[in-house]
C-alpha cells in the first residue's frame, strides 16, 4: 500500500449511529397529562391556604378565586404567636411527641429485633395476631378506650395520648423486622460466641445498623402524632390540654364567625411547616426505607 493510498484511507470519515430519542405515544401523553392535572389538583389547596394567610378580609370574601394577594397582609403570623392557646397547644403536642418517639422507639425496635432474629415458641402467630390490629380502625376501639381510660381518670390529661404510644407502633414494628431481615444473622451467632447476651447483641450491633430505617421510620411516627386531631378531641377536656390540632379547630369555629379566615389560614401553615420540613429534607430515604423495607 503506498502513502497515497494510506493517506486516502484515513482520511474517510467514521460513520456513527445516530440514536434517536423514543417518542412518547399518544397514551403515553394523555398518562402524562392525566398526572400533571391531578398534582396541581392536589398542590392547589395547599397553594390556596398560604396565599389566604396574606389576604385581607376583603379580597377573601370578595368571591373572585385569586392566588395573588393585593395588598399581602404580614401580621397574621405574628398575631398567631401572641395568642395564648396556639403556643400552649404546641407545647403539649411536643409533650406528646417527646415520650412517645423516645419511649415507642425503643419498645418498637426491640419487638422487631425480637420478631426477626429470635427463635420462639408461637412466634409467627403472635406476629400475624400482631400485625391483624392494623385492619382494625380506631372508630371501633374508641368507645372502650374511652371507658377504659374513664375508669383509670386518665380522661382530663395526656395519659390517653402516650401511655399506649409507649407499648410501640405496629406499623414500625412491622417495617423494621423488614428491614433486619437483610441483616446477615451470622453477626448474633459471633456475638454469643463473644459473650453477648440478647439485649446486648440488639443494643451493640443491631440498632446501629437499623438506625436509618429507625430514624425513618421515627419520622412517620412524628408526622402522625402531629396531625392527630381525632384522639386528643375525644380523650381531653380541657383547654390547657388541646394539642395543636384541636387548637386549630378551636381558631376555626371561633374566628369563622368573624371571617378572620387569614388567621385560621395562618394557623394552619405553622402546624403545617414541621411537617412538610421534615419530608422534604428526608424524602429520599423515607422512600427508600420503604421500599427496601417492602422487598423483603
Aim: net charge positive; aromatic share 14%; with cysteine.
Amino acid at each position: 500500500m503506498t502513502n497515497t493510498d494510506a493517506i486516502t484511507y484515513t482520511s474517510q470519515p467514521t460513520k456513527r449511529k445516530v440514536h434517536s430519542s423514543p417518542k412518547m405515544t399518544i397514551g403515553e401523553v394523555f398518562i402524562l397529562l392525566f398526572l400533571i392535572f391531578g398534582a396541581i389538583c392536589m398542590v392547589f389547596p395547599l397553594i390556596y391556604m398560604i396565599a389566604t394567610s396574606f389576604m385581607t378580609k376583603n379580597q377573601i370574601l370578595s368571591g373572585s378565586l385569586t392566588i395573588i394577594p393585593h395588598p399581602f397582609v404580614w401580621g397574621k403570623y405574628a398575631e398567631v404567636f401572641k395568642k395564648g392557646e396556639f403556643l400552649r397547644g404546641i407545647i403539649n403536642s411536643v409533650s406528646v411527641e417527646i415520650p412517645v418517639l423516645l419511649i415507642g422507639g425503643f419498645t418498637s425496635s426491640l419487638a422487631a429485633f425480637a420478631f426477626a432474629k429470635l427463635q420462639f415458641r408461637g412466634k409467627n402467630m403472635l406476629f400475624l395476631s400482631l400485625l391483624a390490629t392494623i385492619m382494625i380502625p380506631f372508630a371501633v376501639v374508641m368507645i372502650p378506650q374511652y371507658v377504659l381510660f374513664t375508669k383509670l381518670r386518665w380522661t382530663n390529661s395526656l395519659l390517653p395520648l402516650i401511655i399506649p404510644g409507649c407499648f410501640g407502633n405496629v406499623s414500625m414494628i412491622f417495617f423494621m423486622r423488614q428491614n433486619l431481615y437483610s441483616i446477615p444473622t451470622e453477626l448474633m451467632e459471633a456475638a454469643k460466641l463473644d459473650g453477648l447476651g440478647y439485649f446486648g447483641i440488639y443494643f451493640k450491633i443491631f440498632l446501629p445498623l437499623m438506625k436509618g430505617a429507625l430514624g425513618t421510620q421515627l419520622m412517620l411516627w412524628f408526622m402522625g402524632i402531629w396531625n392527630d386531631y381525632l384522639a386528643p378531641t375525644i380523650f381531653l377536656r380541657s383547654e390547657r390540654l388541646w394539642t395543636l390540632q384541636v387548637v386549630i379547630r378551636s381558631f376555626n369555629s371561633y374566628y369563622a364567625i368573624q371571617s378572620d379566615y387569614a388567621l385560621i389560614m395562618a394557623a394552619s401553615v405553622i402546624a403545617m411547616l414541621p411537617t412538610l420540613l421534615l419530608f422534604f429534607t428526608f424524602q429520599r430515604m423515607i422512600i427508600q426505607s420503604i421500599a427496601i423495607s417492602g422487598i423483603k
